[in-house]
Structure formats: structure tokens, C-alpha cells
């Protein structure tokens, strides 16, 4: 069936991330790597040379070109839009600067409850955040339906935990205070936070958007319980908040992923969450992951492997496809790729994921 969301855009040449994470056969296992647009390439340092980080993020010319960068380089089979999950507090008011060599800072972040009142809750993200949109849409023409377009969001209590402490952190003390602390607001921010990321993901796949996959980075952090709490029910308002839009949008349907790195407690009800996929941090044993998950999964190499010699990674991957099996699968490493990677390395993985399944599948 043809969408309304296809209609201005070339056919797609490769559909494999969205066969296989529907759960259809495949001819051999798709693969994509998170954070494949960065620092590790020398043509994004060119770029970054001359831009602000944000300032890429806004222009959609840009956020195009650093997107296309490793689609030209490797055989990979999604792109994902050059942005960041922190357009979000943005959008909401929050200044928030790129510090080189620090990362993300917030000069004010939200100390006390009463700071929520500062921010835009009656935010318009179909407005605000038009320079992600057009971003999509430039790229997904400029794909030349190569690959599919995957769009993305960070997950409400990542984004509370960035608002909270005003940066990385490695403990999240301050953002899980509030939790223990202060409840209702905890909900509060969090319900405002989920309200505006279902409007956001929608308006993405409006623009072109083929995948979305939702970023709770800083599970890590919450146990079982406090994920069950906080995590858990905002990402199933978020999963049928999106499908129900993008239907009632005549948008089709678009497979979501959830990445919630650190909720290997959790990963059973993940997978009845509303989701098409569930994403693995590398620390998931692929068999314990595959017990417990009955949808496809995403994931999930150690990204430190990529430091190994070639032959090592050639086994590694090998061993992790063998593990996952070709079927109701979609490789990609258990967390982002670091600046310091050797490009090639991600030609290795990228290599051996199709060939290794190709190799599986014709048995
Ligand atoms: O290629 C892609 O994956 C798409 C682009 C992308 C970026 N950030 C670009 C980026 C995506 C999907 C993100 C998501 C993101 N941003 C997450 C969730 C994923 C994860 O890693 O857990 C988080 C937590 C953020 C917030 C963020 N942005 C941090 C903590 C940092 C600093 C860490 C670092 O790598 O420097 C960023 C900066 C950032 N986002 C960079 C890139 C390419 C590097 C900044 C630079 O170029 O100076």
C-alpha cells in the first residue's frame, strides 16, 4: 500500500530495517550503527570545524551532508537524521551549548520544581522544531531511496535527567532525587516531556521519517522499580501516542524502536510496550535476550570491539550474528561508536554482518 508519506519521495531500493523489523524474512540481516554520523569520520571534523554543533543540527543543508556522510562510505542499511535528543529542551526554553571536550551543557538547568514553571509547555513542536522536519525531508530526497530514514527522539526521563543535572552525569543524583523527592512534579515534567515527544515523532515520519527509534539512554540509572515507574509507562504513551497519530494521519505505520540502554531487567516488558524492536545495549546476552524478547531486536556489539584487529572483529561479529540468528534482527552496536574508531573498522562490522547472514540464510 502507497502512503500518503511515500507519494513525494523516489522508491525505496533497500527495504531490509523495515522488513526485518516488522518481523518479515529477509534476504540477509540490515545493519546500522548508532551515532555513524560523527566525530570518527574526518569529513564530520571538517564540518564541525566550520560549524557549531547546534548550528549543524539547525541548518538542514548541513544536518543532510554530515547524515550522508557514512552512507556514501559504507554499506549500511539505514541512515539516521544528524540531530540530537536535546532539541528538546530547547524547544522548551532551555538554553543548552555543545562544549567541546565536555559535551552538552545547560547554563540553568532546573534546580527546583517552581523552574518548571520557565518552561514553553505550550510549545508548538510543529513550529519550533521545523528545521529537524526539513532537515528529514531534504535528506530523504537526497537518500534517493537508497536506504530508509530513521528519525529519533530521547525518551522523557532521559530528557529530565539532561534538564535536571544540566549535562552528563555519572550518577544522576540530582535528576533521581527528584524521583524520591518530589513525585507529582517528577510525573509532571514527565508527562510534559512525553506530550511533546509524541507530537515530535509524529511530525518527523510526516516529514519523511521511515523508522523512529526512542533513546532512554539513562536507564542505566534506574533500577527495576523506578524504571517500571518512570521509564516504562512513558514509553507506552509514546509508542501508541505515535502509531495512533501516524494512523490518524494516514502516515501508515512506521516501525518504532526503543533503545533503553541498562534495562536488561526489563527487556520481557519492553517488548509488549508497543514497540516493533527492542534495542540491546552490549552488556544483553543474545540467547538470555532472545528468551525473554518475542519481537525482533536491535544491537548489539560492544562498541570497544571495534578496537580489536581485524581478524578479532570479523569473529566477533560472526559469533554475535550466529547468536542472534538471521531472522526478526537488525545489527548495530550495544551503544554509540567513539571518535577516536577507525572508519574502516566500521567497514569490517558492516562487511561481515551481510556476509556472515547472506552465508546463514542460503544453508
Ligand atoms: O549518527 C547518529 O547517531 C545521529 C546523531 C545523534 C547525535 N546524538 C549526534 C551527536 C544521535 C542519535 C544523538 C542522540 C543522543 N544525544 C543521545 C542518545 C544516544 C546515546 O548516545 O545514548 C544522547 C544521550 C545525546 C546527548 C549528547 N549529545 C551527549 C551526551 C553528547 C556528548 C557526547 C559526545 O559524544 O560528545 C552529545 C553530542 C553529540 N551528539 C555529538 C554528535 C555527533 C558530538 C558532538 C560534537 O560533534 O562536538
Known amino acids: 500500500m502507497v502512503h500518503l508519506s511515500d507519494m ?15 518481523g518479515e524474512v529477509v534476504e540477509r540481516v540490515p545493519v546500522w550503527i548508532m551515532r555513524q554520523a560523527g566525530r570518527y569520520l574526518p569529513e564530520f571534523r571538517e564540518e564541525r570545524k566550520k560549524h557549531d554543533f547546534f548550528t549543524i543540527c539547525q541548518t538542514p543543508e548541513l544536518a543532510c551532508e554530515v547524515t550522508l556522510q557514512p552512507i556514501r562510505r559504507f554499506d549500511l542499511d539505514a541512515a539516521i537524521i544528524f540531530s540530537d535528543i536535546l532539541v528538546i529542551p530547547q524547544a522548551l526554553g532551555m538554553e543548552v551549548l555543545m562544549k567541546t571536550g565536555i559535551g552538552p551543557v545547560f547554563p540553568e538547568p532546573l ?9 514553553d509547555a505550550n510549545v508548538d513542536v510543529s513550529t519550533k522544531l521545523k528545521y529537524v522536519y526539513e532537515a528529514i ?35 544522576m543524583s540530582k535528576a533521581k532525587k527528584w524521583l524520591y523527592t518530589q513525585p507529582e512534579a517528577s510525573h509532571k515534567l514527565l508527562k510534559l516531556l512525553t506530550k511533546v515527544i509524541i507530537a515530535y515523532l509524529i511530525e518527523q515520519v510526516a516529514a519523511g521519517a521511515q523508522l523512529l527509534q526512542v533513546f532512554e539512554s539513562s536507564a542505566e540509572h534506574l533500577g527495576p522499580a523506578l524504571f517500571e515507574k518512570y521509564s516504562l509507562p512513558y514509553l507506552e504513551e509514546i509508542a501508541a501516542g505515535v502509531k495512533q497519530g501516524i494512523t490518524e494521519r494516514g502516515l501508515g505505520d512506521v516501525p518504532l524502536i526503543v533503545f533503553a540502554k541498562g534495562a536488561y531487567h526489563s527487556i520481557s ?12 545495549d552490549w552488556t544483553v546476552d543474545p540467547n538470555i535476550a532472545r528468551d525473554f524478547c518475542h519481537i525482533a531486536v536491535q544491537g548489539n556489539l560492544d562498541p570497544c570491539a571495534l578496537y580489536s584487529p581485524k581478524e578479532d572483529l570479523i569473529e566477533k561479529t560472526t559469533e554475535m550474528v550466529r547468536q542472534f540468528g ?6 548495530n552496536l550495544g551503544h554509540g561508536i567513539y571518535p577516536d574508531m577507525d572508519p574502516e573498522s566500521v567497514r569490517t562490522f558492516v562487511d561481515t554482518v551481510h556476509s556472515v547472514s547472506e552465508e546463514i540464510m542460503k544453508k
Do not use: C
Not at 513525494?8 to 516488522?22: E, G, M, T, W, Y
Open 111 to 119: 534546580v527546583h520544581p517552581a523552574d518548571m514553571d520557565k518552561l
Open 8 to 22: 513525494a519521495f523516489p522508491p525505496l531500493k533497500n527495504d531490509l530495517i523495515i522488513r526485518a523489523a516488522f
Open 137 to 171: 525531508t531534504l535528506t530523504r530526497q537526497k537518500l534517493e531511496g537508497k536506504v530508509p530514514l530513521i528519525g529519533f527522539s530521547g525518551a522523557p526521563y532521559t530528557l529530565m535527567g539532561y534538564m535536571i543535572e544540566g549535562g552528563g552525569s555519572k550518577t
Open 269 to 280: 516488558k519492553l517488548s509488549y510496550a508497543g514497540y516493533n524492536v527492542v534495542g540491546l
Open 326 to 331: 538471521v531472522r526478526n534482527y537488525i545489527a
